[in-house]
């Protein structure tokens, strides 16, 4: 099984709610990671967990928190976004960061922020 | 810090015709991935190139790596209406100490017509 599970598929929020991603793997990964992808653009990373701990956080603002409950699961959690956000997230998983492995995507969360 | 440029970035085509995108990089990588992406769809793998001289080909697609001259291609072989997406090539960047992560380029948007 190399899949990785995203969900939802879309979101709308408003500037005041409170959501979270969800990403799932079961291949035994060790790294798990978060995009954004902007139209036309290419993915954009913003955090990075190894080992279920936060290795990389590029700078990412904190309306954005991630958390990784398990070797599994990587969440995002969304708190007062503004329209700017609206974008693809996309997570992924590898068997580890350290040493060059191949990622995999998920189908991505399509977020809009109205 | 590694750069990834490909070209071009837009390219239109007749089906049938021959093409080939590029991507350079700046530094040294163990890996050179090229991705295609369907709008509002996730990254799909489309080929893994691991060590100079590589050359994978599947269907019309072509894929190689020349590590010394840091340029991987993609050449696509009368090209069909299918082909039409972006695609984009990214390479693994030594991030801290034994971390790895990905630097894509801009995405190269292909569109075949008839």
């Known amino acids: 099984d190399t899949e990785v599970t995203q969900t939802p598929k879309h979101l709308v929020m408003g500037m005041t709610n409170k959501k979270s991603l969800k990403c799932e793997q079961h291949?035994?990964?060790?790294?798990m990671y978060w995009y954004k992808q902007k139209a036309k653009k290419p993915p954009e990373l913003m955090f990075v967990?190894?080992?279920?701990?936060?290795?990389i956080n590029e700078s990412v603002p904190s309306r954005f928190s991630p958390e990784c409950p398990n070797s599994s699961l990587l969440n995002l959690h969304l708190h007062a976004l503004q329209p700017e956000d609206s974008a693809l997230y996309l997570c992924?998983?590898?068997?580890?960061?350290?040493?060059?492995?191949?990622?995999?995507f998920g189908p991505g969360t399509r977020l809009t922020v109205t | 810090e590694l750069k990834v440029e490909q070209n071009p970035l837009f390219l239109s085509m007749q089906e049938g015709k021959n093409y080939t995108i590029y991507c350079n990089y700046s530094t040294t990588s163990d890996r050179l991935y090229w991705y295609r992406q369907d709008p509002g769809k996730s990254l799909e793998s489309l080929f893994v190139l691991l060590s100079n001289g590589a050359v994978k080909q599947e269907g019309r697609l072509m894929a190689s790596l020349d590590t010394k001259a840091r340029l991987s291609t993609l050449h696509i072989t009368a090209a069909v209406h299918d082909l039409s997406a972006t695609y984009f090539c990214?390479?693994?960047?030594?991030?801290?100490?034994?971390?790895?992560?990905?630097?894509f380029g801009k995405g190269t948007l292909l569109t075949v017509n008839p």
């Open positions: 990214a390479v693994d960047e030594r991030s801290g100490g034994s971390n790895y992560k990905l630097t």
């Open positions: 291949m035994g990964h060790r790294a």
């Open positions: 967990y190894s080992y279920e701990k936060l290795s």
């Open positions: 992924a998983s590898s068997q580890s960061l350290t040493g060059s492995y191949e990622q995999y």
